[in-house]
């Protein structure tokens, strides 16, 4: 049997983090989970996938706090993420994947095979490719960049011990504008293939 490999692949908005993702996927014939997880949230419990969906990677409100029909007194958005920690751990003991953002570098952290990744860019790269994919002006494009941000930030550094962008946190951390996304693509991959023969 191939020797496993766990792929997490934390971003900034408009990094390319998800293309990137993406291309290494493709690259290691492995599969991208995303949309996979809200069926797995679904069968869980009593929540639909366009609710599950909603709710992804959202920190949890500490004003309010939707309970579970269940009764549970768990925040909606909290059950939700440990459905998707879950399904994280359950594919993280046996299959080869890669994962973008939902806290996958602490949830595997004990995983040898798991190599985690953060993909940040320079800020007018990446407002220029939120502009080109939303079709939004300079500012609606930046405060979208924030905002995404500052709920990625918030929803990693509740659930995690390590620091949401923080370089201590990831095995590599890589600049997306200073080589371009097919650069930093073969980047990725060589640092990638030599790191799982040290293992």
Known sequence: ME?????SVGRE???GGHEIAE??????????YDKEIFDHVEEKGAISKDVARYFDEKPVNPIFYPVMMDGSNLPLEQTIANHIF??????????SFVIVGRCADYVLRENPNTISIFILGD?????????EKYGLDEKAAYSK???ADKMRKTYHNFYSDGKWGDSRSYDICVNSTKLGIDLTVDSLIAYIDNARKRV
Do not use: W
Request: aromatic share 8%.
């Open 3 to 7: 020797k496993q490999i766990i792929i």
């Open 23 to 32: 291309r290494l996927s493709k690259h290691y014939n492995i599969p991208l």
């Open 86 to 95: 879950d399904f994280i751990r359950t594919k993280g003991e046996t299959e």
């Open 123 to 131: 800020r007018e790269a990446k407002c220029k490719r939120v502009m």
């Open 145 to 147: 960049m924030k905002k």
């Open 13 to 15: 908005f408009g990094s």
